[in-house]
């Protein structure tokens, strides 16, 4: 495991290099967060003490990291792939250590998530230096998911999708969405999460905001409820899947409505595959919506990336004329929502494949009554 690991550490930095160098960068410096994790296996969380990975085009990669935070990483990517580990003491200048790693840098690109402390910081100590964002070189490694990282997903929707299975069993009439929805976080650590990230019950007219989480409302008969779920692996890739129930039977117009729904999130599920623009994808499913007369009822995107965030490139939008690849992962849920009233939405996460692309979750679309 310790040699696998340090050649998937190896093989990202100099992926990482090559395209900061084709980029016209200098150097990334990157601090904790889903990118310093898929760089170097390191899992920290960002704090006034500077801990950050320093990656020059064309010199050797180090780590800057509080000395007392410097067993932590042992067994690490950094550890296993033998980079260069500076370490400091309260009272030093870990920005300047940073700056020493990067003599004669003349554009420096950091993690989007880097804290403005330590923004500034690098500025008042590279002062002949620009700071940009890494986002644009390191999204083109993160947006591409290797085999393994394929088989995380999968396992991640293959968890969700048993949580999902206990679901009918959870909702019901008298109950409110806060006890659901404590519930169905429970099953999703027991499922194999680490946590769940977020839950969202939304009944009846809670179900009309795309974002809401869970109330004291009690659930009532009659009440379409959107369930949208997710979590991490421990091993840090993220599942996110949402299906629509109802409580009793549907009204004829729930039932006209969700089959509208069914058909444009059924459309954009085929229509995603290598050489399309993401756009696209998102225009195979807003047409059906719009055409049926509930454009203005489709209030978001048809999908985000996932992989170590929940919310990462690429995005499926209007606008985005970005060319999928074999490897890509993403979300496909349209919506529909009536404010006040009700709303419904279906959710799958994609794997762009050679030749089209395959669903990591595999529950029923249709409207399921509880």
């Known amino acids: 495991m310790g040699s696998s690991l340090a050649d998937q550490v190896t093989a990202r930095l100099d992926r990482a290099r090559a395209l900061a160098a084709d ?14 994790q898929y760089l170097a296996g390191v899992v920290k969380h960002s704090h006034e003490r500077l801990s950050a990975l320093v990656l020059p085009t064309r010199d050797e990669a180090a780590f800057v990291v509080p000395r007392l935070e410097r067993p932590g990483l042992d067994g690490s990517g950094v550890d296993r792939a033998g980079i260069r580990v500076i370490d400091w003491v309260d009272g030093e200048d870990p920005h300047g250590l940073v700056a020493a790693c990067l003599d004669g840098a003349k554009r420096v690109a950091v993690a989007s998530d880097m804290p403005a402390l330590h923004v500034l910081g690098l500025r008042d100590a590279l002062p002949l230096a620009t700071q940009e964002l890494a986002t644009g070189v390191l999204r083109e490694l993160r947006m591409r998911k290797d085999t393994a990282e394929v ?15 206990q679901v009918p069993g ?88 969700y089959a509208v729904l069914q058909r444009a999130q059924a459309a954009a599920v085929a229509a995603a595959r290598p050489g399309v623009t993401a756009e696209s994808v998102d225009e195979a499913a807003r047409a059906i919506i719009r055409d049926a007369g509930y454009g203005e009822y489709f209030v978001h995107r048809t999908g985000h990336g996932i992989g170590l965030e929940v919310h990462e490139e690429p995005y499926i939008v209007a606008g985005n004329t970005l060319t999928l690849e074999p490897g890509m992962a993403f979300s496909v849920e349209p919506g529909i929502y009536f404010p006040g009233r009700w709303g419904a939405r279906i959710e799958d996460i994609v794997v762009v494949t050679e030749d089209g692309c395959e669903a990591v979750n595999t529950r029923p679309h249709e409207l399921l009554s509880c």
């Open 23 to 36: 980029a016209g960068v200098d150097a990334l410096v990157v601090t904790p967060g889903p990118d310093l």
């Open 151 to 165: 088989d995380h997903l999968r396992r991640a929707g293959a968890a969700i999708d048993e949580v999902h299975e």
């Open 170 to 257: 959870l909702l019901r009439a008298g109950r409110t969405e806060a006890e659901v929805g404590a519930d169905i976080t429970a099953a999703i650590v027991a499922a194999g999460h680490a946590e769940a990230a977020f839950v969202i019950v939304g009944s009846g007219p809670n179900g009309a905001s795309p974002h809401h989480e869970v109330s004291e409302r009690t659930i009532e008969d009659g009440d379409v409820v959107v369930v949208d779920i997710g979590g991490p692996l421990p091993e840090g890739y993220n599942s996110d899947c949402t299906r629509t129930y109802v409580v009793g039977g549907a009204t004829d117009e729930v039932v006209e409505v």
